[in-house]
C-alpha cells in the first residue's frame, strides 16, 4: 500500500513558475513508476509527466519544455516544476503511482495508476 501526499499548489500569475511535491509512504517508493495527472471540472483529465523507477521521463505535448518530472528516492518525493504557466494550466493537479510501470506505458492513461493522491489546486491567472 502506498500513500500520496502532493502539495504545493496555489495562485500564479501567467507566465510564473510552481513546484509540486509528492512524499509517498513505504520502503518500496524506488520501484514505482511515478506521473501526475490534472483535472478540470467538466474536461477530461490529463497524464501530463511521467518518470519511470529507472528516471526516464515523458510528457504530455501540452506541457514539453515547460514542466520538469524528478524523483528523490531517499526522500520517497516527486516533485513536478511547472515553468511559464498559462490560464490552461489552471487544474487540480494529482499524484500518481504504479508499481514497476515501463517507460513505454507512463502516458497510458487508459492503463490504471495503482496509488492516487488526495490533489493539489493550481490556478493561474492572466
Known amino acids: 500500500q502506498v500513500q500520496l501526499v502532493e502539495s504545493g499548489g496555489g495562485l500564479v500569475q501567467a507566465g510564473g513558475s510552481l513546484r509540486l511535491s509528492c512524499a509517498a509512504s513505504?520502503?518500496?517508493?524506488?520501484?514505482?513508476?511515478m506521473a501526475w495527472f490534472r483535472q478540470v471540472p467538466g474536461k477530461q483529465r490529463e497524464l501530463v509527466a511521467g518518470i519511470t523507477s529507472g528516471g526516464r521521463t515523458n510528457y504530455a505535448d501540452s506541457v514539453k519544455g515547460r514542466f520538469t518530472i524528478s524523483r528523490d528516492n531517499a526522500k520517497n518525493t516527486v516533485y513536478l516544476q511547472m515553468n511559464s504557466l498559462k490560464p490552461e494550466d489552471t487544474a487540480v493537479y494529482y499524484c500518481?503511482?504504479?508499481?514497476?510501470?515501463?517507460?513505454?506505458?507512463?502516458?497510458?492513461?487508459?492503463?490504471?495508476?495503482?496509488?492516487w493522491g488526495q490533489g493539489t489546486q493550481v490556478t493561474v491567472s492572466s
Open positions: 513505504g520502503r518500496t517508493f524506488r520501484y514505482y513508476a
Open positions: 500518481v503511482a504504479d508499481y514497476g510501470r515501463s517507460f513505454e506505458l507512463l502516458l497510458r492513461e487508459d492503463i490504471g495508476y495503482d496509488y
